[in-house]
T-cell receptor, first 112, second 116 residues
Framework: GNSVTQMEGPVTLSEEAFLTINCTYT??????LFWYVQYPGEGLQLLLK?????DKGSNKGFEATYRKETTSFHLEKGSVQVSDSAVYFC???????????FGSGTKLNVKP | DVKVTQSSRYLVKRTGEKVFLECVQD?????MFWYRQDPGLGLRLIYF???????EKGDIPEGYSVSREKKERFSLILESASTNQTSMYLC???????????????FGPGTRLTVT
């Protein structure tokens, strides 16, 4: 089947710390992979994506690399800011599907 | 920019009421989705639609129905609201998978529904 597992939160970091949020998946075929971010009181926004193995998605200082051999898509940022405090969702869509599969979300708190 | 709008940001209803949540997208997307979001459970798919008048059940359709009479509008209906339907409801849309290029979901801002 198709599923996404991401690390449980909350994750609490100090400003300028290094961030990693782990995401692993199981999927039919070779899925496209996504990270979405949800700021307080808002809907989800696409943060970055990767559509094939070894692709690196990046946006706003965040990066994630599609690792087929480890079925992972970990989110990283070198130096987090207070404004990065949000809930982060890893997601996939299998080829030929119209349905997305989301992880349970990881809440990030960044303290000044 | 793609825009997905939802009719209300906050809604308070009484048990047993019929509740309508409306979603409109302006990008001519074929596919539309309704999710509910609860703490610790992430996003759960209620229903989705891949064309006008077409619908498919998601993971938790019980207690809900949907309507898609026009391509841009997708409505979620709670036939008889119950307290366990208190949640955040998110609408999303995507273009058809048949079209090449980027394929991502665009979300509305959400409706926080409280049933008392």
């Amino acid at each position: 089947g198709n599923s996404v597992t991401q690390m449980e939160g909350p994750v609490t970091l100090s400003e300028e710390a290094f961030l990693t949020i782990n995401c692993t998946y199981t999927a039919t075929g070779y899925p496209s992979l996504f990270w979405y971010v949800q700021y307080p009181g808002e809907g989800l926004q696409l943060l970055l994506k990767a559509t094939k193995a070894d692709d690196k998605g990046s946006n706003k200082g965040f990066e994630a690399t599609y690792r087929k051999e480890t079925t992972s898509f970990h989110l990283e940022k070198g130096s987090v800011q207070v404004s990065d405090s949000a809930v982060y969702f890893c997601a996939l869509i299998p080829p030929l599907f119209n349905k997305f599969y989301f992880g349970s979300g990881t809440k990030l708190n960044v303290k000044p | 920019d793609v825009k997905v709008t939802q009719s209300s940001r906050y809604l308070v209803k009484r048990t047993g009421e019929k509740v309508f949540l409306e979603c409109v997208q302006d990008m001519d997307h074929e596919n539309m989705f309704w999710y509910r979001q609860d703490p610790g459970l992430g996003l759960r798919l209620i229903y989705f639609s891949y064309d006008v008048k077409m619908k498919e059940k998601g993971d938790i359709p019980e207690g809900y129905s949907v309507s898609r009479e026009k391509k841009e509008r997708f409505s979620l209906i709670l036939e008889s609201a119950s307290t366990n339907q208190t949640s955040m409801y998110l609408c999303a849309s995507t273009q058809s998978r048949r079209l090449a290029g980027t394929y991502e979901q665009y979300f509305g801002p959400g409706t926080r529904l409280t049933v008392t």
